[in-house]
């Protein structure tokens, strides 16, 4: 066996255990929650126990299906999650369009700080987003009209803004990727249309935009699951109205006092019931991403790999 030959069956081996790594990192920590999702409590402190319950069970799935009314958080969180990603999309694509197009003074300032805010955490901003919501106003026409603000917490008009302003959950990342893929396309695509009588708008929807479904794709799905995901603007717009992400929060404390302690059987909430509760309610809330992406991921790879991160 040649030296060359044997150094590519080394570098294969070495790409198979980075690989068989990667996953188990990625996948282990979802595959123990599944499994202590369908274990009894006494499982979680029987030592020979790791990942087959000796006590299977499906009452944790009928407690949390309850604990979160789940199929009406669903259709919440699905309906608020499908608008925002929508919404934020549209907007991203005539950004991302603008500063891979056109040129206008401060583009390369103004670009500069759209990568910034990928940086900046959202917590710094915590403050001053919820007193602009909770007293809402637009240069202070409504309040000069109607003699008061607007209190738009509790609502879902926070989020639409942000969408549509491209001020919501990575909205910057969303804008460069976009950006890199218009700048990748011909230009002889646009000056075609030109010449052919189309303006700027008709050549953008006409032209760019199916050209573009791939990346869209990747976007709304990133948009859908990051805002499916996501605990900190909607605990911080909405502390009436539940989503999943806020409702797992309290899952134990609401399937706890909603049986009353289980007739009597429970004097307080144990750690191991508030684990298996709450492992049940993460499973659930990823089985509906999960099969998203079964049926979305070609799009999703293809988009990704045409974007210019990598490659």
């Keep these: 066996m040649t030296t060359a030959r044997l150094g590519r069956i080394l570098w294969s081996v070495v790409r198979v255990v980075i690989v068989i790594g990667i996953c188990f990192t990625i996948l282990q920590p979802l595959f123990l929650k599944f499994s202590v999702s369908f274990m009894d409590e006494k499982d979680l402190y029987d030592a020979s ?14 407690l949390s299906l309850s604990g979160l009314s789940y199929w009406t958080t669903l259709l919440r969180t699905a309906a608020l999650s499908a608008t925002v990603s929508f919404v934020q999309l549209v907007a991203c694509l005539l950004t991302a369009y603008g500063f891979a ?17 990928m940086v900046v955490p959202p917590q710094v901003i915590m403050l001053p987003l919820f007193m602009k919501y ?10 000069a009209v109607t003699g008061n603000t607007v209190n738009l917490i509790d609502t879902y008009w926070p989020f639409f803004i942000q969408a549509a302003t491209t001020m919501g959950i990575r909205n910057g990342l969303y804008i460069y990727m976009l950006r890199q893929f218009f700048k990748g396309m011909p230009k002889e695509l646009e000056e075609a249309a030109y010449v052919d009588g189309c303006g700027r708008l008709r050549t953008f929807v006409q032209i760019m935009v199916p050209s573009c479904v791939p990346m869209m794709v990747t976007v709304f799905l990133f948009g859908f699951v990051w805002q499916w995901t996501d605990s900190f603007y909607t605990s911080l ?6 989503v999943l992400s806020t409702a797992l929060s309290s899952l134990a404390v609401n399937v706890y006092s909603q049986y009353e302690g ?12 508030v684990s298996m509760i709450n492992n049940t309610g993460t499973v659930l809330t990823v089985i509906p991403l999960i099969i998203l992406y079964v049926f979305c991921q070609k799009s999703f790879v293809e988009g990704i790999e ?3 991160i990598v490659g």
Aim: aromatic share 24%.
């Design 237 to 242: 717009y909405l502390s009436r109205t539940q």
């Design 49 to 62: 126990v790791k990942y087959v319950p000796k006590h299977f069970t499906l009452n944790n799935y009928a």
């Design 101 to 117: 197009r056109f040129r206008f003074p401060f583009r390369k300032i103004l670009f500069a700080c759209v990568i910034f805010t």
């Design 134 to 143: 909770r007293f809402f106003d637009i240069f202070g026409i409504i309040k």
């Design 262 to 273: 289980f007739g009597g059987t429970m004097n307080f909430i144990s750690p191991g019931f």
């Design 306 to 308: 045409r974007s210019g």
